[in-house]
């Protein structure tokens, strides 16, 4: 099955770390194609519904409110950290630039910030939806 044309990868012991995110938010899938089509980065950014269930299972209530770096079912990295090592795949050195300067540590924080921001209101952005909404905690 596929979501947006993008076929679920298979999960190995060594398979190669994904970018999952909300397939169901138009925001984020807006979002993913945009930096897909400027950075073409080298990892692949799959939604997390198509995500083996053993690799998403325990994380659901993170991936509801942000993308995860995952390798099988471990967490690399959240929000703005999985968005620069995202970003710091790309062949372009400008890219692996940008994405090495969000990573230094007052930097870091403030893209912290501003992703959770956007986070938050995905649903009242360009492309997003009532259904981009994050739900309470807890739910």
Known sequence: MT?????PPPSTPR???????????????????????LTAPTLEAVPWQFLPAESTALHLERLDREVLLLRGGTVLAGGSDALA???????SRTYR??????????????????????????????GGTPACAVPPRGT
């Open 3 to 7: 979501h947006h044309g993008v076929k």
């Open 15 to 37: 398979s190669p770390a994904v970018l999952a995110y909300d397939g169901d938010c138009g925001f984020c899938q807006t979002s993913v194609d945009r930096i897909r089509a």
């Open 85 to 91: 090592r995202y970003v710091g795949t790309s062949p």
């Open 97 to 126: 630039m940008l994405a090495a300067v969000i990573r230094l540590p007052g930097i870091r924080a403030c893209a912290r910030v501003v992703y959770r921001w956007v986070s938050r209101n995905r649903h009242r952005l360009p």
